[in-house]
């Protein structure tokens, strides 16, 4: 069937928040960390990380300005850090309790545990088998719908070196690394294949 | 293991490229379908794609400026409209190899089909059982790292009504959906749960 820019139009609100969520595809699931300038910690499910760059490393996300991570971006804000904690498959359902809108720290009320590196002020997911410590560089607002676009430089990286293949390909899948789509639904993956640098004229090489 | 920022900025670039790449998390796989001013048609792989907005429904994409896709870039700034096809886990193959640099159509090269709606200017995969028609509304250079934002509003969506939920949810898993981490490995998934509208001292409900 063709939806038209008609039938999304007018299509209910709810319905089309999760209808259009689902276009972009799977997500990654992270946990976002931060602290106010008081001191509270602050956890939220983010499924909106995406890749800038490698050289600097960078990492992008969009933040809504009325949803419960607004706190998150107030202190990132003030504070200039965060973190991103991978979501584990054992643990999709504390990860998306966090969007529940807690006066307190998510991290007690449903039970991940906070940790520090010596080197960076904002909490980790202890629970999170990667964790990665972010600097922020750049704020702006997206004028089309209002939302901001955060970008921050990975200053961190806690990881398991097991799972770091000799070409620095990280295993995602052995970390037991779990997806969303839409607005509420987590996945586990599965392997189909690793692909080789393609080249015209060329069979696809498989890496094993 | 701790990595610092010293120690990824000690990495060899490919080193580097892997293992930033796998950090933001599993990644959509997508097919960018454009044409050029003189009809030529254009299909790269794209994994990049994220969600900015329901109401305007937005689509994000960020474009390095030395990569493959440049060609893409190009069209949609010449022709102001793009297609993104969701890859099936049935052709992550020709999907990847439309990353090689073919003179001529990836869609032949690779053994993909371009097909077109009444209503949108750019190619789909006919393949794809998920097809979203964009208008370019925002291109952007990020300074920080001299890649390209892209911003498309969604103008017309295909997909079968039979895998839409009543509240709108999208079964990418029916549609048999792939997905991506780093630069170069696709995985098929498998719902964890779908859980329901977090609220604080509720337990979360499942939704099935």
């Known amino acids: 069937m063709l939806y038209s820019a008609n039938d999304i139009q007018n299509m209910d609100q709810r319905y089309r928040a999760n209808f259009i969520n689902c276009l972009s595809g799977f997500k990654s699931a992270n946990l976002l960390g931060t602290t106010s300038t008081s001191g509270q910690e602050n956890l939220a499910i983010i499924s909106s990380v995406f890749h800038v760059g490698a050289n600097p490393p960078l990492l992008g996300m969009i933040m809504r300005p009325h ?10 804000k003030d504070t200039g850090v965060y973190t991103l904690s991978a979501v584990g498959t ?8 966090t969007s529940a ?6 991290f007690a009320a449903v039970g991940l545990t906070p ?17 990665i410590g972010l600097e922020v560089k750049q704020i702006e607002k997206i004028e089309l719908n209002q939302t901001e676009l955060v970008i921050g430089q990975i200053v961190e ?21 779990s997806c969303v789509s839409g607005l509420d ?8 294949n690793r692909y080789g640098y393609a080249k015209p004229d ?7």
Chains 1, 2 share one sequence.
């Open 115 to 131: 940790t520090y590196s010596a080197t960076h002020q904002a909490p980790y997911v202890q629970e999170a088998r990667l964790r």
């Open 101 to 106: 809108r807690y006066n307190d720290s998510e």
């Open 185 to 192: 639904t987590y996945h586990k993956s599965s392997r189909i």
């Open 202 to 208: 060329e069979p696809l090489a498989k890496i094993n």
């Open 90 to 97: 054992e643990f999709t359902e504390q990860a998306h309790q």
């Open 157 to 177: 990286v806690y990881v398991d070196n097991s799972v770091v293949s000799i070409d620095g390909y990280i295993d995602l899948e052995q970390l037991q690394t």
């Open 67 to 76: 949803t419960v991570p607004r706190d998150s971006l107030q202190n990132i």
